[in-house]
């Protein structure tokens, strides 16, 4: 009886997304017995790896050269006339993206995981649709995530998220930065670190809602001495504009 439900499906857990939580569930699945299959359509790795955390990071790291040319000469290093080129910065970038995606691809594979690379549809519990094809399992877990939009407003359309500020094709010589999370205040210093005009904006004074007071005001106070223009509007009053 046991061996008959196994076998009344094509796979025991099907997934819909192969960002974080989906290759983790879907290889501890697999190291466990279970018969398994993930589908997707865009890149393996999620978020994180391909459009937040690790290239995110790296772009990071790229604007806080500027400042340690300078500081080097202070340790007695002789630094020549830098140049920054940001279409080599995501050259590079994208080929440790497409090294990553590979590391993921061989986890799952090495578990036994079939990697199906369509987009997939849920029909009913147990099935889902996929290439016109039809694929039953006991389980199916839809680990899709989240993806960034854009609100309709006058000038909309000119409006990009943080996906596509990864692949730009060359460095924007103004930006503004609508937003005061950790993610706006991240790309307002990778922006600025890079040499771009960028103004941040924000409902309130301090950025950061949430966080530690001493870390917020800390922040609006290093921003300023970098050069950061930040906008913001106090409750009842017009808004302003603080120049770094």
Not at 84 to 108: H, M, P, S
Not at 177 to 198: C, D, K, M, P, S
Request: aromatic share 12%; net charge neutral; proline share 3%.
């Amino acid at each position: 009886m046991l061996l008959l439900m196994a076998t009344q499906y094509d796979y025991d857990l099907f997934t819909i997304g192969a960002g974080s939580g989906g290759v983790r569930a879907s290889r501890m699945s697999a190291s466990f017995g279970a018969k398994v299959a993930v589908a997707e359509e865009r890149y393996l790795g999620g978020t994180c790896v391909n459009v937040g955390c690790i290239p995110k990071k790296l772009l990071v790291y790229a604007s806080h050269f500027g400042d340690d040319f300078g500081d080097a000469k202070s340790y007695g290093w002789t630094v020549g006339e830098s140049h920054f080129d940001w279409a080599q910065l995501i050259a590079n970038k994208n080929k440790e993206i497409q090294r990553l995606n590979g590391v993921y691809r061989r986890v799952l594979s090495d578990a036994g995981v079939t990697i199906i690379e369509d987009h997939a549809e849920v029909i009913d519990e147990h099935t889902v649709t996929i290439g016109g094809k039809r694929i039953t399992a006991k389980y199916i877990l839809v680990a899709v995530g989240s993806w960034p939009m854009v609100p309709e407003f006058p000038g909309w359309e000119h409006a990009i998220s943080s996906n596509e500020a990864f692949y730009l094709p060359s460095l924007p010589q103004r930006v503004i930065i609508v937003g005061g999370g950790y993610i706006g205040v991240e790309f307002a210093g990778i922006f600025h670190g890079l040499g771009a005009r960028t103004t941040q904006l924000y409902w309130n004074e301090l950025f950061l809602r949430g966080f530690d007071g001493d870390i917020r005001s800390t922040l609006a106070e290093e921003m300023r001495k970098r050069g950061v223009n930040r906008w913001h509007r106090h409750r009842g009053q017009p808004d302003s504009l603080c120049h770094g």
